[in-house]
């Protein structure tokens, strides 16, 4: 049998409703491309997630299933899927987000205009219980000066080539990177000379509740900013870098009620 073209990736901890997780895989399962697998790992969840992914799976065939006896991060998960995909092209997907219909066409598509990229993704809508709220936007060409601004890519809503992960050694598992590795790989990445392309439309629905900033621990900010000022440097945007590294401490220390302005201000306009 033929290998896939696409093998989708997605990592789940602890998915906290059944509802949530069969949206999901309803959003990647109904796309108009069909010639992809879709691989998914429990990672050591202590709820009935791994239940929930034993009745999905049943379904549809294109679904293949891992599970970790132990919860080993989503780096580790990521790493150990890729090991198994068959398919060149990863898609990734996150299983609180949802894939646009005809995500993976327009994904294709774009990898058909543009093989000498490494890493290629689209604009994202972003949404909570009470429907869409904002829109991000991201650089159709990012470059390496793109990573002092933002993270010039959403990790779910990214597709890499399979040969350019591995060309730099998959994802960073270190305890640096815990809730950073989508930074660091694509930093890492870019280092090695991959190039990068972005859809210019909202292919990817992102959850983003306007109150997740209040879980994010500080702690997280101050590793983010180690794993920016180390990216920075070997990407050879020193010593600019240094202010744009700082910058998630600064953010981390705003009061939440000022940020949440801010955030709904600027999406809220970006939407509209």
Not at 67 to 78: C, F, I
Not at 178 to 190: C, S, V
Request: net charge positive; charged share 25%; with cysteine.
């Amino acid at each position: 049998m033929a290998a896939p073209t696409i093998s989708v990736i997605m990592g789940v901890y602890n998915c906290p409703s059944e509802q949530m997780l069969n949206e999901c895989i309803s959003s990647v399962l109904s796309q108009s491309f069909s010639d992809f697998e879709f691989l998914i790992c429990d990672d050591g969840s202590e709820n009935q997630t791994y239940r929930w992914l034993l009745d999905a799976s049943k379904k549809d065939s294109r679904i293949r299933l891992l599970r970790h006896s132990q919860n080993m991060g989503l780096a580790q998960t990521l790493n150990d899927l890729i090991c198994l995909a068959k398919g060149e092209l990863l898609f990734r997907q996150d299983v609180d987000d949802q894939s646009a219909p005809g995500r993976f066409e327009e994904l294709l598509n774009a990898w058909k205009r543009h093989p000498e990229c490494g890493i290629i993704s689209s604009n994202i809508l972003l949404f909570d219980e009470n429907g869409f709220w904002g829109k991000m936007d991201y650089p159709e060409y990012p470059s390496r000066q793109d990573f002092l601004f933002c993270v010039p890519f959403m990790h779910g809503a990214v597709s890499m080539k399979k040969s350019a992960v591995l060309k730099v050694g998959g994802y960073s598992s270190e305890k640096l990177t815990r809730r950073t590795e989508d930074i660091d790989l694509f930093m890492r990445m870019y280092v090695r000379g991959t190039v990068g392309y972005t859809v210019q439309k909202p292919l990817y629905y992102y959850l983003e509740d306007r109150a997740a900033h209040q879980r994010r621990k500080y702690r997280y900010k101050v590793d983010e900013a180690r794993v920016k000022f180390r990216g920075y440097r070997a990407l050879g945007l020193m010593p600019k870098g240094i202010l744009y590294a700082v910058k998630p401490l600064l953010v981390g220390l705003l009061p939440y009620s000022v940020l949440k302005k801010l955030k709904d201000v600027y999406y809220k306009r970006k939407l509209d």
